[in-house]
């Protein structure tokens, strides 16, 4: 859970970005899809990243919601959020942003396509309310603390943030049917 503090340093990492990567220069994944009934990843998308990153389906934020109908064809846009707290410090953010169209088709009910974004970031927040999390004797333990001991967690859990980020990949591509491109 993000800590709420007037004031609070704040070191901000997106997933992909970090050495050695899966998906080295990318700071999201990004999945195209064009083919039948492209709204159902609306659907499934919350069901996906609520089983894998195992945070209820309630706390999930769905943001930036639109859904606009113009004569036969839908336009829509989400972002969902979810926040996966790691400790008391710490915490790994995911984002799937989706884009799409679909129209009336005979066969399939709907037709379209669909980009989806994927993306993460770990984030840790060390408050600094206090007259003590101000001073200097503090803020040299604060340092020791987080280069010596705290490091060897936060490498942790940012590769469980790329491995959060690729098995909800796979599991949107493996729900689309999409084929990788050769």
């Known amino acids: 859970m993000p800590i709420f503090a007037r004031t609070k340093l704040v070191i901000h990492e997106d997933c992909l970005e970090v050495p050695g990567s899966p998906f080295p220069g990318k700071k999201f994944l990004t999945l195209e899809y064009s083919g039948p009934n492209p709204q159902a990843a609306y659907y499934q998308a919350k069901k996906i990243l609520s089983q894998i990153t195992k945070v ?49 088709s005979k066969e399939v009910g709907k037709e ?32 020791f603390y987080h280069k010596f001991i705290y490091e060897e967690s936060r490498k942790k ?6 491995n959060l980020i690729n098995q909800i990949y796979s599991s949107l591509k493996e729900f689309l049917n999409v084929l990788p491109r050769r």
Not at 62 to 83: H, L, M
Not at 157 to 162: H, I, P, T, W
């Open 56 to 104: 209820p389906e309630g706390e999930i934020i769905e943001r930036d919601f639109t859904w606009n109908k113009t004569g036969e064809e839908e336009n829509f846009s989400v972002s969902f959020d979810v926040i996966k707290d790691m400790d008391r410090f710490s915490f790994i953010q995911i984002t799937i942003s989706m884009k799409g169209k679909a129209k009336p």
């Open 157 to 162: 859990y940012k590769q469980e943030c790329v």
């Open 112 to 143: 379209g396509s669909l980009t989806i974004n994927i993306d993460g970031i770990l984030r840790t927040e060390y408050p600094q309310d206090t007259l003590w999390q101000r001073s200097l004797l503090y803020e040299l333990f604060r340092t």
